[in-house]
């Protein structure tokens, strides 16, 4: 069975400032990776996903993410962060043999200062 | 295209009550799921249909139940609410692909239990 692991449940970073918010993940194949962003009362929104290809993926929002195998990690980045980033982020796997059903995260969130 | 809805947004049932939330998905996808949110637990999977059957099946009692029908809305059912079932009820559609592929959430249902 997948699963992933957000190890940090809260960030607060400076607006303007870089972003990294860490994802690991346990799969014993090629995962499907996504990252998604939530805000309060609102479902899920993606912001980019890794099937296979290049590892490094970019998003919406100018958010990007890098694929790193050999860490199992799947690292969600932002070179500048704005005030309206604040909400909830998940990363999630995803298996081709478990169509339409992911595994998420217990979410990272974001809080930007001004 | 319109994005996945979910209706009722919002509701209030006391306990031992049923509830049925809905879901219609992006036209054109055949593949919904339904994830259980809460403070506690995060993002659980519920089930996911695809043409009208069953693919895959979380870890929750028999009380939750669902169907897909041959628009692809789905419907999904929990039988004597206890207030545990409290949560934010996640739709998602996918593309009608064979693998694991992008799912788009809808709004969700918050369903409060008394």
């Known amino acids: 069975a997948q699963s992933v692991t957000q190890p940090d449940i809260h960030i607060t970073v400076s607006e303007g400032a870089s972003l990294e918010l860490r994802c690991n993940y346990s799969?014993?194949?090629?995962?499907?990776l996504f990252w998604y962003v939530q805000s309060p009362g609102q479902g899920l929104q993606l912001l980019l996903k890794?099937?296979?290809?290049?590892?490094l993926v970019q998003g919406i929002k100018g958010f990007e993410a890098e694929f790193k195998r050999s860490q199992s990690s799947f690292n969600l980045r932002k070179p500048s962060v704005h005030w309206s980033d604040a909400a909830e982020y998940f990363c999630?796997?995803?298996?081709?043999?478990?169509?339409?059903?992911?595994?998420f995260g217990d979410g990272t969130t974001l809080t930007v200062k001004p | 295209k319109a994005g996945v809805t979910q209706t009722p947004r919002y509701l209030i049932k006391t306990r031992g009550q049923q509830v049925t939330l809905s879901c219609s998905p992006i036209?054109?996808?055949?593949?919904v799921s339904w994830y259980q949110q809460t403070p506690g637990q995060g993002l659980q999977f519920l089930f996911e249909?695809?043409?009208?059957?069953?693919?895959n099946k979380g870890n929750f009692p028999g009380r939750f139940s669902g169907r897909q029908f041959s628009n692809s809305r789905s419907e999904m059912n929990v039988s004597t609410l206890e207030l545990g079932d409290s949560a934010l009820y996640l739709c998602?559609?996918?593309?009608?692909?064979?693998?694991?592929?992008?799912?788009?959430f809808g709004p969700g249902t918050r369903l409060t239990v008394l």
């Open positions: 890794y099937f296979s290809g290049d590892t």
């Open positions: 998602a559609s996918s593309p009608p692909t064979a693998g694991a592929d992008t799912q788009y």
């Open positions: 249909y695809f043409s009208e059957t069953q693919r």
């Open positions: 999630a796997v995803g298996t081709n043999t478990n169509a339409g059903k992911s595994t």
């Open positions: 799969y014993g194949a090629t995962p499907y």
């Open positions: 036209s054109g996808h055949r593949s």
